[in-house]
């Protein structure tokens, strides 16, 4: 096995650890649902992972389809579970999350009409790192990846952006350090996302860096997850 795929599996054993730790803990305190939406986004994220190690691991044409398509689902469920997450760490409610579940949810319906991949091959514009090549995107592939860059990253501005002091109550006692660590994960998840859907869409040949950035987001998130457990209710 390669080290990229050894290590890309390695960082899927952990999402799925962080899966299980967050969900039982959900099953302790209902009423904290950001609980379930990390742990289902780390669950989402650990699929991806497996797609990615897969893939970067076979040789064989068959095999590879199905590990991109299994890559796509996580991708698909983890920006909405992303969506979600966020507005309940900071105590919002917007039918954004709602568009954001019937857009994975229609990326699903494509991907099982196999309507994003294509025989055309797409010429890269860039190559750096370990060679791989995903296979082309159709069309219908290529804009459905640009939205599910897009509508994570608007919705990350919108919820994100300053709105005073009250804003800042929900994240718990976490340090500036802790707050300062948290917003620069979140950069560097869309912008690895960006260049994951290059990648993807068969415009770029190079590794995931998602993989690794979203690990980052969960260190960065979890004490203030944690630190709710001790919360009065």
């Keep these: 096995?390669?080290?990229?795929?050894?290590?890309?599996?390695a960082w899927a054993a952990i999402y799925a650890y962080l899966c299980v730790f967050y969900v039982l803990l959900y099953a302790r305190a209902r009423s904290a649902r950001e609980y379930l939406s990390f742990g289902l986004m780390a669950a989402?994220?650990?699929?991806?992972?497996?797609?990615?190690?897969?893939?970067?691991?076979?040789?064989?044409?068959?095999?590879?389809?199905?590990?991109?398509?299994?890559?796509?689902?996580?991708?698909?469920?983890?920006?909405?579970?992303?969506?979600?997450?966020?507005?309940?760490?900071?105590g919002q409610k917007s039918r954004v999350i709602q568009a954001a579940?019937?857009?994975?949810?229609?990326?699903?319906?494509?991907?099982?009409?196999?309507?994003?991949?294509?025989?055309?091959?797409?010429?890269?514009?860039?190559?750096?790192?370990?060679?791989?090549?995903?296979?082309?995107?159709?069309?219908i592939g290529q804009a459905y990846l640009i939205g599910a860059f897009v509508f994570p990253n608007l919705a990350t501005v919108a919820v994100l952006r300053p709105r005073g002091a009250a804003q800042a109550a929900p994240l718990g006692a976490v340090s500036d350090f802790g707050r300062w660590f948290l917003r620069a994960t979140v950069i560097g998840v869309s912008v690895a996302g960006g260049h994951d859907v290059l990648v993807r869409s068969g415009f770029g040949i190079a590794p995931a860096p998602i993989d690794h950035a979203r690990l980052c987001f969960g260190f960065a998130t979890s004490p203030s997850l944690l630190d709710r457990l001790s919360a009065p209710s």
């Design 1 to 9: 096995m390669s080290s990229l795929a050894t290590v890309t599996f």
């Design 44 to 90: 989402s994220v650990s699929l991806y992972c497996v797609g990615n190690g897969v893939y970067v691991q076979t040789s064989d044409p068959t095999t590879a389809v199905l590990a991109v398509r299994i890559g796509d689902v996580g991708l698909f469920t983890a920006f909405a579970f992303y969506v979600e997450f966020l507005h309940q760490m900071l």
């Design 101 to 139: 579940y019937a857009y994975a949810g229609l990326g699903l319906v494509l991907q099982a009409f196999n309507l994003f991949l294509s025989d055309h091959a797409t010429e890269p514009l860039y190559s750096w790192g370990p060679a791989i090549a995903f296979p082309s995107r159709t069309w």
